[in-house]
T-cell receptor, first 109, second 112 residues
Framework: EDQVTQSPEALRLQEGESSSLNCSYT??????LFWYRQDPGKGPEFLFT???AGEEKEKERLKATLTKKESFLHITAPKPEDSATYLC??????????FGKGTKLSVKP | DADVTQTPRNRITKTGKRIMLECSQT?????MYWYRQDPGLGLRLIYY???????NKGEISDGYSVSRQAQAKFSLSLESAIPNQTALYFC???????????FGSGTRLTVV
């Protein structure tokens, strides 16, 4: 069964304190791993797609990496505006996405 | 205008009532999806459609039905609403298998 597990459930950081979010997955034949950002009361916003182990993508203070079993979202020198819930998802064989439960990130000034 | 528009944004309804949530998209994509989001459970797939003539059940389709009226429109119905269908509902669209989703802003549904 395809499955996505994210950790930690919640993360509190001070502004400037770098850290990483984890997404571990089990899927038969990975076709893509996706990261989304979700602000309260809003729909998830697409960040990255990773397709193969070793691949990395960056956007501002965020960098996503992928191995054969997990993905990391590295946040470098975060700012309060980076506070959000970050969702990880994998592409299932039918073509739909299976989401993890998310990591709620809070960055304090 | 938003790429994916959901109506209504908020709705309170009574147990046993029939309710329809509507979704329209301007992306021109064939694929559309309905998810619900509950605290602690994440996003779970209700139904998805890969084109106007293709409708598929997702992980949690019981108690729900859908209608794909056109490429741009995908509606979700609760035939007889029950309190445990209280949740945040999202519609999404995608260009294809290897592409990310574009989500709407969600409908917050409360069944009392």
């Amino acid at each position: 069964e395809d499955q996505v597990t994210q950790s930690p459930e919640a993360l509190r950081l001070q502004e400037g304190e770098s850290s990483s979010l984890n997404c571990s997955y089990t899927v038969s034949g990975l076709r893509g791993l996706f990261w989304y950002r979700q602000d309260p009361g809003k729909g998830p916003e697409f960040l990255f797609t990773l397709y193969s182990a070793g691949e990395e993508k960056e956007k501002e203070r965020l960098k996503a990496t992928l191995t054969k079993k997990e993905s990391f979202l590295h946040i470098t020198a975060p700012k309060p505006e980076d506070s959000a819930t970050y969702l990880c998802a994998v592409q299932a064989s039918q073509g739909n996405l299976i989401f993890g439960k998310g990591t709620k990130l809070s960055v304090k000034p | 205008d938003a790429d994916v528009t959901q109506t209504p944004r908020n709705r309170i309804t009574k147990t046993g009532k029939r309710i329809m949530l509507e979704c329209s998209q301007t992306k021109g994509h064939d694929r559309m999806y309905w998810y619900r989001q509950d605290p602690g459970l994440g996003l779970r797939l209700i139904y998805y459609s890969f084109d106007v003539k293709d409708i598929n059940k997702g992980e949690i389709s019981d108690g729900y039905s859908v209608s794909r009226q056109a490429q741009a429109k995908f509606s979700l119905s609760l035939e007889s609403a029950i309190p445990n269908q209280t949740a945040l509902y999202f519609c999404a669209t995608s260009e294809g298998v290897d592409y990310g989703y574009t989500f709407g802003s969600g409908t917050r549904l409360t069944v009392v």
